[in-house]
Nanobody
Framework: QVQLVESGGGLVQPGGSLRLSCAAS????????MGWYRQAPGKQRELVAA???????NYVDSVKGRFTISRDNAKNTVYLQMNTLKPEDTAVYYC???????????????WGQGTQVTVSS
């Protein structure tokens, strides 16, 4: 079992910045690929950024150059630095932990409770 707790959301003006944190507990953090997803009202949840156990990173096109994902395995924490925020970034942001066992085709996925990010003047 993995427990994920997000923090750092809030209300920010367009052009502002926020840093989201996701603290993990209950298992070996470094064994999990970590991701940030978001879901806006009336829309499907989408992957925003992900970082693998080896440190490979990918972003959705709409946040490239503005958002940065990072992980600190010593602190069991993944971060999402969000700069130059836009109103369309408004959503509930969820932390995700994903571990796979290729030989047995096993997989475990865990989600945090979400944190609201609102970009508005």
């Amino acid at each position: 079992q993995v427990q994920l707790v997000e923090s750092g959301g809030g209300l920010v003006q367009p052009g502002g910045s926020l840093r989201l944190s996701c603290a993990a507990s209950g298992s070996i953090f470094s064994d999990y690929a970590m991701g940030w997803y978001r879901q806006a009202p009336g829309k499907q949840r989408e992957l925003v950024a992900a970082i693998t156990t080896g440190g490979s990173i990918n972003y959705v096109d709409s946040v490239k150059g503005r958002f940065t994902i990072s992980r600190d395995n010593a602190k069991n924490t993944v971060y999402l630095q969000m700069n130059t925020l836009k109103p369309e970034d408004t959503a509930v942001y969820y932390c995700n932990a994903d571990r796979r066992w290729p030989l047995t085709n096993g997989r475990r996925v865990y989600w945090g409770q979400g944190t609201q990010v609102t970009v508005s003047s």
